[in-house]
């Protein structure tokens, strides 16, 4: 029997990015010779989604939604509801840290917390078979005698030869959607205890369940590109995991063979303290365009105790001065916001990124992430003033005397501005203000000039 399954994975007020999860179970339905279809709106449409739910006769809808889009992705689950009876699951890093939403949205038949690779896997199996759902690893599920009541499940071992996995699915997306910003993943799992970030909950969730960061072998991480560049043609890749530069001998023996077949210019993350002579050859001799490093607060003593980032601030100057030294464009990520931070905190970030001269840069305001270390002290704190925001760049969900919303608002809002303006005139900086003063206007009026 072959399903025709549904992806929903709202991206409101967003740019439009592949999404590597929806990607790789895509794959997995695929190889199993099931039908995939995926609704990721940027603006949601009531009325064309009610058609597409209705005139392809889906027999599984999957839901995926980080946390800022979560009240999107309920009030198309609840649509979902009311035009069909197919069961509706929900995953995805929101999913796993918030079980309870099972509990809270009725409409909702089970809930996976981590990995769904596997569990999808099994879902098919049943849902095929005529089978219920209990009983596998990793998926919650609502009581058939009582809706009211979830039955959790203990997530199962990790897999740990990403190697065995399907090529993931790209063509469930948009093309412009891939084209928007070509990447891939080729590992899973971050070994760095950053408290504003999941991780730390993904390792407790998995303790005992096997290797948590894993790489796909050099061979598969080519056939990988390979596939990827001979269907979209991008004039670039990002490649976003956590670790990509961590194993040096991986890394290459995979620049080696990428430099040979692929060629094309490539943009990757690392850390301040992987950065030295060695690897900026390497990234440089093999097409590296752009390496992206996390700063996120220019206060060495804030970054170490509250973000858990033990690197002090020469460790970042030297690794944007090597990297320069290299012809290496670099980019810069900023937070603003966090729980216990002050404005005085914020003017050394600002200072540091004017020291450092990053070719690109973002602030983000933080976001209390369900699941993160910091999310729990700032419940604890009393600091979460609730609701939900939309994206990294809009309002704090913060209420903090120490530093009031607007404050952190206007923090964001004049970071850009506070990097850009160091070497400019009078005039260009009048200029700059005038520009950003008629998009905040325009902004409010719903356009841009």
């Keep these: 029997m072959s399903l025709k399954v549904l992806f929903i994975y709202p991206t409101i007020n967003l740019d439009l990015w592949v999404n590597y999860g929806v990607a790789c ?3 997995i339905l695929k190889q199993g010779g099931h039908t995939t279809v995926l609704y990721q709106p940027a603006r949601h449409d009531p009325q064309q989604f009610a058609q597409l739910v209705l005139s392809q006769g889906f027999d599984l809808c999957l839901v995926s939604s980080v946390t800022n889009q979560w009240p999107y992705a309920q009030e198309m689950i609840r649509q979902v509801r009311e035009l069909s009876t197919m069961p509706i699951i929900l995953g995805g890093h929101h999913a796993t840290s918030s079980p309870h939403l099972l509990e809270e949205t009725l409409e909702l038949d089970a809930l996976c917390v981590g990995e769904g690779d596997m569990v ?3 879902i098919v199996e049943r849902i095929t078979a005529g089978r219920h759902l209990a009983g596998i690893a990793g998926l919650w599920i609502r009581d058939a005698a009582d809706p009211g009541r979830v039955i959790p499940s203990e997530v199962g071992n990790l897999i740990e030869d990403l190697d065995s996995l399907p090529l993931p699915d790209f063509s469930v997306f948009d093309k412009q ?7 891939l993943l080729l590992s899973r799992g971050c070994p760095y205890n950053c408290s504003y970030c999941c991780n730390n909950n993904l390792r407790r969730i998995y303790a005992g369940k096997g290797t948590y960061v894993r790489k796909k072998s050099v061979n598969r991480a080519m056939q990988e590109v390979r596939s990827f560049v001979s269907q ?6 990002n490649f976003d995991d956590d670790t990509f530069v961590k194993d040096k001998n991986w890394l290459a023996a995979f620049l080696d ?3 040979k077949e692929i060629a094309l210019p490539f943009n990757c993350n690392t850390r301040a303290e992987t950065v030295d002579e060695e690897l900026c050859t390497l990234l440089k001799s093999s097409g590296c365009a752009v390496v992206c490093i996390g700063i996120e607060s220019g206060n060495e003593a804030f970054r170490r105790k509250v973000y858990k980032r033990n690197m002090s601030d020469e460790v970042i100057v030297r690794a944007f001065a090597l990297l320069r030294k290299h012809g290496l464009s670099t980019y810069a990520f900023n937070i603003v916001g ?7 905190d914020y003017l050394d970030t600002v200072s540091l990124n004017q020291r450092v001269c990053p070719t690109g840069w973002q602030i983000t305001t933080f976001y209390p992430f369900p699941g993160s270390d910091l999310h729990d002290e700032a419940r604890d704190k009393g600091y979460l003033a609730g609701g939900y925001s939309d994206s990294f760049v809009s309002r704090s969900l913060l209420k903090m005397k120490v530093f009031p919303a607007w404050q952190i608002r206007f923090a964001a809002l004049t970071f850009d501005y506070r990097l850009w303006s160091v070497d400019k005139t009078l005039l260009q900086k009048v200029r700059y203000i005038t520009y950003m003063l008629r998009q905040a206007a325009a902004a409010r009026l719903g356009r841009k000039i």
């Design 25 to 27: 179970l895509s794959g």
């Design 120 to 122: 999808l896997a099994e």
């Design 177 to 183: 959607t891939i084209a928007n910003r070509p990447s």
């Design 232 to 237: 979209y043609a991008p004039a670039e890749l």
């Design 257 to 259: 063979c990428y430099r």
């Design 338 to 344: 966090a729980p216990g931070e002050t404005y005085a």
